[in-house]
């Protein structure tokens, strides 16, 4: 079955830190650039960050920045985002998404979401931080 699954969400305080996974079966993570976004009920989801498929390159949006870090393991098929110094408005449901195209930055990866060109998509992992 081809699919990704994300885990590592849960409650945590404010400052306190979590570290996402997105695990691929049945396809080579490698070959795909992935994109981590968020969305809560009743609002747009947002980008958070990327990573292309050759080179790593990531970038993260403005939120996040410098708090956040994507990275991949292709050994381990998975694409990994640790997010430190984490804030109440991080509160969200976090999903990876993998798109066989290059991705430029986190701000393509949102519009090529929204024009449904993922290919795959995580079920999504609940991340809550309290104050």
């Known amino acids: 079955q081809l699919q990704l699954v994300e885990s590592g969400g849960g409650l945590v305080q404010s400052g306190g830190s979590l570290r996402l996974s997105c695990a691929a079966s049945?396809?080579?993570?490698?070959?795909?650039?992935i994109g981590w976004f968020r969305q809560a009920p009743g609002k747009d989801r947002e980008g958070v960050s990327r990573?292309?498929?050759?080179?790593?390159?990531?970038d993260y949006a403005q939120s996040v920045e410098g708090r956040f870090t994507i990275s991949r393991d292709n050994a381990k098929n998975a694409v990994y985002l640790q997010m430190n110094s984490l804030k109440t408005e991080n509160t969200d449901v976090y999903c990876c998404?993998?798109?066989?195209?290059?991705?430029?930055?986190?701000?393509?990866?949102?519009?090529?979401?929204?024009?449904?060109?993922?290919?795959?998509w995580g079920q999504g992992t609940q991340v809550t931080v309290s104050s």
């Open positions: 049945g396809f080579a993570l490698a070959d795909y650039s």
């Open positions: 990573i292309s498929s050759s080179e790593g390159v990531m």
């Open positions: 998404a993998a798109n066989s195209k290059p991705l430029s930055s986190v701000d393509q990866a949102l519009v090529r979401c929204y024009a449904g060109e993922f290919v795959y």
